[in-house]
Structures are given as structure tokens and as C-alpha cells.
């Protein structure tokens, strides 16, 4: 199934979410260092409730340190970006897909958002900026696991 991959995330309510998400999908969360609040953060532990200690977290210290990773285990990375001009949902996911969030003050710099594999973007009216992320993150991973069968192992 596709992970979530978090790029120095700003807002901790956001993260609780995405970990939430993650554990009721049975799904990894990847989450970049360094993060804009510290991961005990009480704001974190209230948007993610119980969750988040059922929730698949890996910690990596740096963007190198990810990258390595991500290079070592083949996976492509797919970044969401409002600067993309593929649609999420024209776009054909495999289940070892890597799904990029960049910071909700910034995205991602431009050299990583070059790296990526992808570059997907979720249409909106004219004249609106940006979905909150976690929404992003639930709406992209609903449609890569509704085309790689992720639903069908995870509903009982």
C-alpha cells in the first residue's frame, strides 16, 4: 500500500490527523525532520487521539537521510503540489508508491520538488491557493488505494 511521506511538517493538528488516517488505513507515515513543533506536542496527541499509538511512524532525521532510503528500496516518489499539472486522478499509483507532502508554510524547495518521480495536483475553483493538507492526504490516498486494492485488505 502507498505511504504518506510528510516534508518538515508545520502544524501539528495536521500531523495528528495524517497519523490518524494512517492507522485507521493501516499505512506508513514517513515524517521528515526537522519538524516546525516538537513530536510530543500536546496539539499533535489531540488531533491524532488514541490513534496515534497504533499509527506506523518513521522518523527521518534529515531529507538526505530519506532520500537514501527511498533510493535504496526503488519506491517512487510522488509529490502533491499546486504547481503540478497532472491530476491526481488521471495518474495510474502503484502500491509502493511514496506520497510527498511538503510544509504548509512552503511545499517543498524546488530541488526536491525536481526529484520527484511526480508531481500531482488535486483541481480546485480559480482563485483558491491550497487544500489543508491532511485533507490533500486523505483525498490522494483514498484514490491511490481505491486503484492498487488497498481497500480491499483493510475493511473488515
Request: proline fraction near 5%; glycine fraction near 8%.
Amino acid at each position: 500500500m502507498p505511504d504518506i511521506v510528510l516534508y518538515q511538517p508545520d502544524i501539528p493538528q495536521n500531523t495528528g490527523t495524517i497519523l490518524r488516517l494512517a492507522a485507521c488505513m493501516d499505512v506508513t507515515v514517513h515524517l521528515i525532520e526537522p519538524a516546525g513543533f516538537p513530536l510530543s506536542d500536546h496539539a499533535l496527541k489531540r488531533a491524532g487521539m488514541d490513534y496515534i499509538e497504533r499509527a506506523k511512524l518513521t522518523r527521518h532525521i534529515s531529507w538526505q537521510a530519506f532520500r537514501d532510503w527511498q533510493l535504496g528500496t526503488g519506491r517512487r516518489l510522488l509529490l502533491l503540489s499546486t504547481k503540478a499539472s497532472h491530476t491526481y486522478t488521471e495518474f495510474t499509483y502503484q502500491p509502493d508508491d511514496l506520497l510527498l507532502m511538503g510544509r504548509e508554510s512552503s511545499g517543498v524547495p524546488d530541488e526536491i520538488h525536481d526529484l520527484a518521480d511526480a508531481r500531482l495536483l488535486i483541481p480546485m475553483k480559480n482563485g483558491m491557493r491550497s487544500l489543508n493538507m491532511a485533507v490533500t492526504t486523505g483525498m490522494v490516498l483514498g484514490e491511490a488505494m481505491r486503484q492498487t486494492g488497498g481497500f480491499d485488505s483493510t475493511c473488515a
